[in-house]
């Protein structure tokens, strides 16, 4: 069945050290990925995206890694911030009859200080 | 500009009661959605409406209308509201077509059904 989900439901670093999210998806016809963050009492926010012929995309200390032969999806943040706690999603996108977005349940980052 | 707004932010009410959400976008885009998001499970997405004049059903439809009023507002109504739809909802929306692009949200709207 379709389903995006992450492997950790929380994750906690110490600030400045770098973050890795994961992500597995089980849909083998999804092209397109993308990585929000969501702050407390807001919206989820675009962080980054891929698609599905590329397996690596850098952002501002934002890395995105795609393995497709494992239907496996990273988000690597350097140098990790307290601004950086939130819930992290990753989604999706495979096309039935309408762009179908996928959404996992979430990570929880908490950054110490 | 203020990207997607959504109202009311906070709304109480008792079971059986309606209500209607309101959503709308400044940024020109065709397609617009309706999520509702619960502890667990992500984001489920409720209706959408791939441009203006057209509405189709999502993954849990049931219990709700819309309305895409026109290019900018698509509106979601609980015609008879129940406790499993306590939620929060959000209004989602991409500039054209949809096909890979990143969706804008709004901050959404807390519901509480009594």
């Known amino acids: 069945g379709e389903s995006v989900g992450l492997h950790l439901p929380t994750l906690s670093v110490q600030e400045g050290d770098n973050s890795i999210i994961n992500c597995a998806y089980s849909n083998s016809a999804s092209d397109y990925f993308i990585w929000y963050k969501q702050e407390s009492g807001k919206g989820p926010q675009f962080i980054i995206d891929?698609?599905?012929?590329?397996d690596k995309r850098q952002g501002q200390r934002v890395t995105v890694l795609l393995n497709k032969t494992v239907k496996h999806l990273s988000l690597q943040i350097a140098a990790t911030q307290p601004g950086d706690s939130a819930v992290y999603f990753c989604?999706?996108?495979?096309?039935?009859?309408?762009?179908?977005?996928?959404f996992g349940p979430g990570t929880s980052l908490s950054v110490i200080p | 500009n203020a990207g997607v707004t959504q109202t009311p932010k906070f709304q109480v009410l008792k079971t059986g009661q309606s209500m209607t959400l309101q959503c709308a976008q400044d940024?020109?885009?065709?397609?617009m959605y309706w999520y509702r998001q619960d502890p667990g499970m992500g984001l489920r997405l409720i209706y959408y409406s791939a441009s203006e004049g057209t509405t189709d059903k999502g993954e849990v439809p049931n219990g709700y209308n819309v309305s895409r009023l026109n290019k900018r507002e698509f509106s979601l109504r609980l015609e008879s509201a129940a406790p499993s739809q306590t939620s929060v909802y959000f209004c989602a929306s991409i500039p054209r077509g949809g096909r890979e692009q990143p969706q804008h949200f709004g901050d959404g709207t807390r519901l509480s059904i009594l």
């Open positions: 891929i698609r599905s012929n590329m």
């Open positions: 989604a999706e996108n495979v096309w039935t009859s309408y762009d179908k977005v996928i």
């Open positions: 940024m020109n885009h065709n397609s």
